[in-house]
């Protein structure tokens, strides 16, 4: 029997441009509400929000009707909605009903089961955990509980529906997968108009009033933290949403935008603390990163202001599971391009050719003449993987072999270093790309060495973010300047620039000093020994990738992972606020890569490592 989980975090959709189809998809209505989880516990009932926060107590009612539901143990996932007259959800009478406290008449729309009675679910795919909750809520006559209703076919007709209904779109679920904490390729959002939220970053009226606000100025969250103007929208709520957004508001001593407005003849711009959350309905995006004819619809008090990113839809996952069509990236045939490599997601070859293309002038500078290893995919990433270091017998056009000379006694080593290298490795249905510590034609001397911070799965985000923190202190008390990158997985990569003068066996064992500094001065933190059971509540501090031939994945490299996410390159003080190491795949990761990425160049730091720093990590042995 499985133990009932304290905590589980929700499942989110990604946003998409259009609803993806295909045999796994089913589609819900996407209720204009606030996301409820609800934890039974042998009559004891919590409803969480999906950030974790306790609102049983704002809903007695609905607490009352789970606790009558025929089960002793259950974890339900679904949405908190106010009905009118027409049956359709209305998120100002949702509003409306916690502001007076007047919840009795709330409906909880349950679409998800992720435990119950002694079975943890979350491994099961949706549509056997929406069987289970379909057999559960069959004979429970309480209107306040109600099954969410799926469709599988004509989504652009109910799309169509759901529009004129004025809805907010349609979610879309892939019924064979297992549950995910977090954003997720598996459920998708297509929305009818433009619609999220945003941080009240100012307001402007009248010049030389002193009271009223003609509109609010927005703005959203960069990844870096920084707070970005996305536009304005006029202040029109209801007279009670009016006071209750004036009784929030806080003025503060200067512009929180990193980019202000400038002000308008006839209008003062008067500077708000970023942390009141409104949601506003808007045509498009401009060029600049603002919204245009925007429409504010609600506050929005289940969400913190931090979380508030611009959401960019992206195509929808592929679903095609044909093998013979072929297709031309950057003038390179990629056959049985809609092969697929990922089936969480539906990404195809061709999604991967596409991303190697788009993000080649900014991965190029992170392998250039250094010795890979590859991980080629041929039957996709639930299939077998083989690992690659040497032609061995393949013929390479683009792909280039190294002078056997360069590593005596072993076959020759293979580099790319040209766009047209990549898309060769992406049509022999490469995934993962790693590669040495060194560059040619000095490989006896590693020019880096790379700290793999590999937590317990377990461990929330913020503990990653924190140990990957005390190691770069430990590293600048050294003297040592390291950069980051997310793993693509659960962990952090830290990278440390050499000068390419000392040997492996010095720069392993420097690296292996640290993790044993790191475990020794906080071992409740971090471990020095590899394996899972070394690692329970810690990070193992992973300094074997620093051996001769030892590879470690490369920066926008994508991992054989559900979602095929990718490594990315952060600043420092980026880190904080991601979500986690695999925040962005192959899919969004190229807008990023384009638009914010850190140079390559930025780790050609010339530094070595001195009898003074070997002295401070090892003094604590």
């Known amino acids: 029997m499985d133990r009932l989980p304290e905590i589980i975090r929700p499942q989110l959709a990604t946003l998409v441009d259009r609803p993806p189809v295909g045999p796994n998809w089913s589609y819900e209505i996407k209720f204009d509400g606030y996301r409820m989880l609800c934890r039974i516990d042998n009559g004891s009932v919590t409803l969480f929000t999906r950030n974790g ?19 002793s143990q259950a974890w339900i996932d679904g949405e908190v909605v106010a009905l009118n007259k027409a049956d359709v959800p209305d998120f100002s009478a949702l509003q409306n009903a916690f502001s007076t406290c007047r919840t009795a008449g709330l409906t909880f729309f349950a679409f998800d089961m992720m435990f119950l009675d002694g079975v943890d679910l979350r491994q099961a795919p949706l549509r056997d955990r929406q069987a289970a909750l379909r057999q559960l809520l069959s004979g429970v006559d309480d209107a306040r509980i109600r099954l969410s209703n799926t469709f599988n076919e004509g989504v652009e007709s109910l799309l169509d529906s759901a529009c004129r209904m004025g809805l907010e779109g349609l979610i879309g679920k892939r019924m064979d997968r297992p549950h995910t904490e977090g954003r997720s390729p598996d459920w998708a959002k297509v929305k009818c108009l433009q619609r ?106 289940d969400k913190e202001a931090d979380e508030v990113h ?44 596409r991303y190697f293309d788009a993000v080649a002038d900014y991965l190029l500078p992170y392998i ?7 991980v080629r995919a041929p039957d996709g990433i639930d299939g077998e993987m083989f690992y690659q270091k040497h032609a061995e017998g393949q013929r390479f056009k683009a792909v280039a072999q190294l002078p056997p000379s360069m590593h005596p006694g072993h076959a020759p080593l293979l580099v790319a270093n040209t766009r047209e290298a990549l898309l060769e490795l992406a049509q022999l249905n490469t995934v993962e790309i790693h590669a040495w510590n060194a560059i040619a034609p000095d490989l006896d001397h590693p020019d880096r060495f790379i700290l793999d911070l590999d937590p317990d799965p377990q461990l929330d985000w913020s503990v990653m973010v924190e140990a990957a923190t005390l190691t770069r202190v430990v590293l600048d008390e050294l003297g040592l300047q390291s950069f980051c990158k997310t793993s693509g997985g659960k962990g952090v990569h830290i990278i440390v620039p050499l000068a390419p003068v000392h040997t492996w066996r010095d720069v392993k064992g420097f690296s292996h ?28 501090v992973d300094y074997l990738r620093n051996g001769k031939g030892a590879t470690t994945a490369v920066a926008l490299s994508p991992r054989a992972r559900r979602g095929l996410p990718v490594s990315m390159p952060v600043a420092w003080n980026r880190l904080h606020g991601l979500g986690g190491a695999a925040d962005w795949n192959v899919l969004t990761g190229i807008a990023e890569a384009r638009s914010r990425l850190e140079g390559g160049a930025a780790y050609a730091v010339e530094q070595q490592i001195t009898d003074r720093m070997r002295r401070a990590v090892r003094a604590t042995d």
Do not use: C
């Open 53 to 71: 926060h306790d609102w049983t107590g704002k809903m007695p009612v609905l607490a009352e009707a789970f606790a009558r539901l025929p089960v």
């Open 196 to 301: 999220q939220e945003f941080v009240v970053g100012g307001i402007s009226r009248s010049a030389g009033a002193t009271a009223g606000i003609r509109s609010l100025l927005l703005g959203v969250y960069e990844r870096d933290g920084g707070f970005r103007f996305a536009g304005s929208v006029k202040a029109t709520l209801r007279p009670a949403q009016m006071r209750a957004l004036r009784e929030r508001l806080e003025p503060g001593a200067e512009s929180p935008f990193f980019n202000p407005p400038k002000p308008e003849r006839g209008r003062e711009l008067v500077w708000m603390r970023p942390h009141v959350v409104v949601e506003v309905s808007f045509l498009e995006w401009t060029s600049s990163g603002e919204i245009r004819h925007g429409v504010l619809k609600a506050l929005r008090d």
């Open 310 to 353: 611009e959401e960019k839809p992206v195509a929808p996952p592929a679903t095609s599971s044909r093998r013979g069509a072929s297709s031309s990236v950057a003038g390179t045939t990629i056959t049985n391009a809609s092969r697929i490599v990922d089936p969480s997601a539906g990404l195809t070859k061709a999604d991967v050719a």
């Open 368 to 374: 250039k003449d250094r010795p890979l290893m590859i």
């Open 513 to 540: 000093a640290i993790a044993r500094h790191l475990a020794k001065v906080i071992p409740q933190r971090f471990s020095a020994v590899s394996g899972p059971r070394n690692r329970i509540g810690k990070i193992f």
